[in-house]
Each structure stands twice: as C-alpha cells, then as structure tokens.
Nanobody
Framework: VQLQASGGGLVQPGGSLRLSCATS????????IAWFRQAPGKERVGISC????????NYADSVKGRFTISGDKANNTVYLEMSRLNPDDTAVYYC??????????????????WGQGTQVTVSS
C-alpha cells in the first residue's frame, strides 16, 4: 500500500489549490481515504475524508464549505480542492488510508497507511 500526496505550494490568501493523493497497492473503494494537516507547532488533525465505496464524505468545520474531496477510481487518486485559502490553512498536508474502517465518518481514528506530506503555504 502506497500513497503519494502532491500539489502543494505557495498561494495568496483567497486563492485555490488542488492536492492529489495517488494510491497504489489497493483498489480505491476498499479503504476510506482522509486528508490530514499539521501546522507548525500543532498536532496533526483530520480535515476531510471519503469512502468511494459508499460515497460518504466528511469535513472538519474549519474547512467545510471551502474544501471539496473527490475520488477517481479509474486512476486510484483522491483529490482535495481547496478554495478561499487563508493563512490558517498553512500546513503540511498528508493523505492516509484506513484498512480497519469500513467507511468515512466524523472521527479520525484508524488511518494506518500514510503518504509523505505536501507543504501548503498561504501568504501574501
């Protein structure tokens, strides 16, 4: 099982970015996929997840209405479209898969496969 996050960069406040999580070693609808982020000096927190098997998605309050998660089963890739970015969104973003959860939900336990992070910096 491998996950590879990409698409981070420097963006101005109010701007947009699309992160990609390329997966391999499993079919996308076998495991829920989540995005986490870790800001400097803070704990890693879950922000969005998707279960392509049943269509469930979930968003943390901090990103609800601004971020959209989607899955491309044909390419085994999960995307995170981020809009109206602000400096508080600055963080390293990680994607993760859960081999123990049956679906995506409002809690962030059970994510046991991780990709490397991609840096997102929101600054003018």
């Amino acid at each position: 099982v491998q996950l590879q996050a990409s698409g981070g960069g420097l963006v101005q406040p109010g701007g947009s970015l699309r992160l990609s999580c390329a997966t391999s070693g499993f079919a996308l609808d076998h495991y829920p996929i989540a995005w986490f982020r870790q800001a400097p000096g803070k704990e890693r927190v879950g922000i969005s997840c998707i279960s392509t098997k049943d269509g469930n998605t979930n968003y943390a309050d901090s990103v609800k209405g601004r971020f959209t998660i989607s899955g491309d089963k044909a390419n085994n890739t999960v995307y995170l479209e981020m809009s109206r970015l602000n400096p508080d969104d600055t963080a390293v973003y990680y994607c993760s898969a859960s081999s123990v959860r049956s679906t995506c939900g409002s809690r962030w336990w059970g994510y046991d496969y991780w990709g490397q992070g991609t840096q997102v910096t929101v600054s003018s």
